[in-house]
């Protein structure tokens, strides 16, 4: 069965650069889920869009935005990084948004310099 | 806003026997789903289990079963006949069932599973 794509799965970027991360759904997921572990710590939830709209905001900085566009798929984009947003990267994909399961991406691990 | 608690962070069981991770969570909601979720060392997250608050009886997956206790709030993972690829950090998790909006997972911090020979 297809599974949530992320990419890239490694990403190395400089203090003040912009990192892109990308998810690709599950095919007829309309639902996607942003978080992020830090070393040693469980999962953070970031964002969320359902049917290509915002429908909830975690504890995401002000630095960071993404988006869900009309094919489902979606994107993180992190500025000015700093060191301490070195960390995995999850995306996450669910159908109809509420009240279903989770199925998570193999994650983006992002090393800042 | 919820809350997850596992208060084991690491725990260790011999290859074929049985082990239970505890997991108990604090909401004022009524209705809303728990999981379990596996992190092997590629740090893949694996869904292991899910359970429906409404259901009264508890959710199985073949080795993988929950002992789910509604009013004192704890979610506990059973696996039973333990095997080696078991090892991995395993998170309970919890999802509020809303107005039909997307919800969010409330992860706990994890416990640390080691099934040794």
């Known amino acids: 069965a297809a599974g949530v794509i992320q990419s890239p799965r490694h990403l190395i970027k400089e203090k003040r650069e912009t990192a892109t991360l990308k998810c690709y759904p599950i095919p007829r997921h309309d639902t996607v889920y942003w978080y992020q572990q830090g070393p040693g710590q469980d999962p953070q939830f970031l964002i969320s869009?359902?049917?290509?709209?915002?429908?909830d905001k975690g504890s995401i900085p002000d630095r960071f935005s993404a988006q869900q566009f009309s094919d489902y798929h979606s994107e993180l984009n992190m500025s000015s990084l700093e060191l301490g947003d070195s960390a995995l990267y999850f995306c996450?994909?669910?159908?109809?948004?509420?009240?279903?399961?989770?199925?998570f991406g193999p994650g983006t691990r992002l090393t800042v310099l | 806003a919820q809350t997850v608690t596992q208060s084991q962070p690491e725990m260790s069981v011999q290859e074929a026997e049985t082990v239970t991770l505890s997991c108990t969570y604090d909401?004022?909601?009524?209705?809303?789903?728990l999981f379990w979720y596996k992190q092997p060392p590629s740090r893949q997250m694996i869904l292991v289990i899910r359970q429906e608050a409404y259901k009264q009886q508890n959710a199985t997956e073949n080795r993988f079963s929950v002992n789910f206790q509604k009013a004192a709030k704890s979610f506990s993972l059973k696996i039973s006949d333990s095997q080696l690829g078991d090892t991995a950090m395993y998170f309970c998790?919890?999802?509020?069932?809303?107005?039909?909006?997307?919800?969010?997972?409330?992860f706990g911090t994890g416990t640390r599973l080691q099934v040794t020979l």
């Open positions: 909401t004022s909601e009524n209705n809303y789903y």
């Open positions: 869009f359902y049917e290509k709209m915002q429908s």
């Open positions: 996450a994909s669910s159908f109809l948004g509420r009240a279903d399961t989770q199925y």
């Open positions: 998790a919890f999802m509020s069932v809303g107005d039909g909006t997307a919800s969010k997972l409330t």
